[in-house]
């Protein structure tokens, strides 16, 4: 495994003034790498797309069609009451708007829920729902291969030249490039790395 320290950049220009900065201060161009980060959820690691196998938000959802499509019914049956004395009597009226109302409240439901309406905020893209940070977030990435001896260096370099969420991480680097790199990877501030 090597030793790797990345930043995140907003462009690309500002990415490679940060590579030049790198280059004057001794590092080659097989130790630099240069790559766009996809914003979290679109890493397709799953043949269908997206980064998890289960969206979080969608933890409640039955929950949410279940409530829903009590609460649906129960009004279709009161509507159907009320339009059963004032215009039709029968039992098919009710037995069509408790299914329709069921139907309708379980769309509710489940909607509802899956924006976190029913337990607390939605947790954005770049948090797992008990708030803690995973993956990066996007935007241009400038990886440098270092040594233990000069990761402090490359971090210096890198967040002087605007560089944020200096980063240093354990990975695969072949052929001038981070091999493994994995976007969902939790971020190791580099203000751990002792000195």
Known sequence: MSLIVASRFTTFNDAEAAIGQLHTNGFIDDDVSLFYVNPGGQHARFPVGGDRFVDPQSRWASLGAGAGAGVGALA?????IVLSLLFLRSLLVLA?????GAYVGTLAGALMETRGGGHGKAPDIAHDPDGTPHGRES????????????????????????????ERAHGRWQQ????????????????????
Do not use: M, N
């Not at 279709?76 to 159907?80: D, Q, T």
């Open 96 to 100: 069509v708007a408790a299914g329709v």
């Open 139 to 166: 935007g241009v990435l400038v990886a440098v291969h270092v040594s233990p001896d000069t990761q402090r260096q490359a971090a210096e370099v890198l967040g002087a030249a605007g560089g944020v969420e200096v």
């Open 176 to 195: 001038g490039k981070w091999a493994d790199f994995d976007p969902t990877q939790t971020v190791e501030p580099v203000q751990s790395v002792p000195r």
């Open 76 to 80: 279709g049956v009161v509507i159907a």
